[in-house]
């Protein structure tokens, strides 16, 4: 069975830092490429960061220069680091392979970024 679990959302004020995890069992993530995808209240789900199998990554726009991702093989696990939060960044945070794997969604962890 695959699974893939998030975690390390919270609550940041403005200008903050956040570190997200994504650990997967069931299935190898080292010949996949992962990305983080964020959905907030009322607006679809979005694509905004992705790390290819051999650790080249692609941003969206709007967090260029304060998001990273990156992935430890050995471990499973992928990694988004958040800094200079803003409180556009609110919202449910997912991992998932690229293209999406729709029967593959987690639980998602929150990211609250307020004052």
Do not use: H
């Not at 390390?8 to 903050?16: E, F, H, I, R, S």
């Not at 304060?66 to 992935?71: D, E, K, L």
């Not at 696990?77 to 200079?84: A, K």
């Amino acid at each position: 069975q695959v699974q893939l679990v998030e975690s390390g959302g919270g609550l940041a004020q403005p200008g903050g830092s956040l570190r997200l995890s994504c650990a997967g069992s069931g299935v190898s993530f080292r010949f996949n490429e992962m990305g983080w995808y964020r959905q907030a209240p009322g607006k679809q789900r979005e694509l905004v960061a992705r790390i290819t199998g051999n650790g080249r990554t692609v941003y969206v726009d709007s967090v260029k220069g304060r998001f990273t991702i990156s992935r430890d093989n050995a471990k499973n696990t992928v990694y988004l680091q958040m800094n200079s939060l803003k409180p556009e960044d609110t919202a449910v945070y997912y991992c998932n392979f690229v293209p999406i794997s729709n029967a593959y969604w987690g639980q998602g962890t929150q990211v609250t970024v307020s004052s």
